[in-house]
């Protein structure tokens, strides 16, 4: 039993035993797949996968599918990886309704935000500690190697361009740190998360419009603090480092305001609205009419019956019919049953309805019911993703 290649084969032995389980409990149910990359020890790329859905009792399901390596993580390299894997274990690409890919290189982001925000803060709260910490390592570190790197960073962060950067990266991550948190809670409901997502772009939009001058303001106010150089805006921008050839002349004012500030900011405006198209929007606010949340209190039957558009798979015009006289019952029975009182969240609600046999009673208000659950988890992919943006300057 210690041969490597026995023990091999017993763990893929169990592997198979384990899969053929979760195959079985998926049966004909829609699913969503989310796929997640990351490097192994020796930096090869590999990609797990994880499938989500509702099982016979109502309750919300996630399993591992396995660890696939990678050549790449390109679209087509992805693609082809996941073709094999739906073939290996039978898996019916008809009953995918939902793909996320939260950690693939080539759609990596960070959602973290709010962290990054109060290390800014902190940053800029204990800047004049932070430059008597590295200049006297600069002096009195042992090692020469480190007294330059420390050095080096006194000089960087003792000027105009780090500092214009840092207050603007503070401004806008102060912007999007609602939002930010609110991603980061398990409760935040969809409703309010759209309405954050509004006051992110407008903020956004009115710091591009008027909020140069007080930007400049408060970075010439901190140099001045902590003894800075700061270049007129008339003269002529001096790049750090070698000159690049041909490279274009522009005055300081160009480079700070159009280059840099106006360059960040509408790159946020742009992932903000790419991220939160029309259709998005709609099918958020249409999954959070499920939550039965203070008696089904954001309950609405025409945009229940929207989203149905979203699966035209799955639902006929028949059907379509059907559910719009299912709703008018099932909202009422809902508000009514002390079964349904008190449920916080539509996992909760598909339970409880199974559990009470209501799936039986309103089998196409269940189905809406599993299909939204399926792809909730991409809900708030589709959230987040609105904060992993790059930031970043032509420094």
């Known amino acids: 039993m210690t041969s490597p290649d026995i023990q091999k084969e017993i763990v893929n032995a169990f592997a198979m035993e384990i899969m053929k389980v979760i195959i079985s409990d998926l049966g004909d149910s829609p699913f969503c797949l989310m796929v997640d990359e990351a490097r192994d020890i020796s930096m090869k790329e590999q990609m797990a996968l994880v499938i989500r859905y509702v099982d016979k009792c109502g309750s919300v399901i996630e399993r591992f599918l396995g660890v696939e390596h990678v050549t790449d993580t390109s679209a087509l390299t992805l693609k082809a990886t996941i073709d094999n894997v739906f073939s290996r274990y039978g898996l019916s690409i008809s ?3 939902g793909q996320g890919y939260g950690g693939a290189s080539n759609m990596r982001g960070d959602t973290r935000w709010s962290s990054h925000y109060n290390t800014l803060l902190s940053l800029i709260n204990m800047f004049g500690a932070v430059i008597d910490v590295l200049e006297l390592i600069g002096r009195d570190a042992s090692s020469t190697s480190h007294r330059t790197e420390a050095q080096d960073i ?5 000027s105009f361009d780090f500092l214009l950067s840092l207050f603007l990266m503070k401004k806008v991550l102060a912007i999007t740190n609602e939002l930010s948190q609110a991603l980061q809670r398990k409760d935040q409901d969809i409703v309010n998360a759209m309405t954050l997502v509004q006051v992110s772009k407008i903020q956004i939009q009115s710091l591009r419009e008027s909020g140069w ?3 400049l303001d408060g970075v ?3 140099c001045e603090k902590h003894r800075v150089d700061i270049p007129e805006m008339d003269a002529k921008y001096v790049a750090r480092g070698r000159r690049r050839r041909n490279e274009e002349e522009m005055t300081n004012l160009h480079h700070y305001k159009i280059e840099t500030f106006y360059t960040v900011l509408d790159m946020q405006l742009g992932e903000l609205n790419a991220r939160f198209s029309d259709s998005t929007m709609e099918l958020l606010m249409c999954v959070s009419c499920l939550d039965p949340s203070n008696s089904f209190s954001d309950y609405n039957k025409e945009k229940l019956l929207c989203l149905v ?3 035209p798979e799955d639902f006929t015009e028949f059907d379509k019919c059907k559910l719009s006289d299912q709703l008018d019952n099932y909202i009422v029975d809902m508000r009514l049953s002390k079964d349904f009182f008190g449920l916080n969240s539509i996992s909760d609600l598909a339970r409880i309805m199974v559990e009470t046999r209501r799936n039986k009673v309103y089998p196409l208000v269940y189905l809406l019911l ?4 399926t792809l909730h988890p991409l809900v708030y992919l589709l959230l987040t993703m609105a904060l992993t943006f790059p930031v970043a300057t032509r420094n």
């Open 154 to 158: 006194v000089d960087r962060l003792l």
């Open 95 to 97: 009953k995918l309704r």
């Open 213 to 215: 001058s007080s930007l």
């Open 370 to 373: 599993t299909l939204a659950l």
């Open 309 to 311: 558009n979203f699966y």
């Open 220 to 222: 010439t106010t901190f």
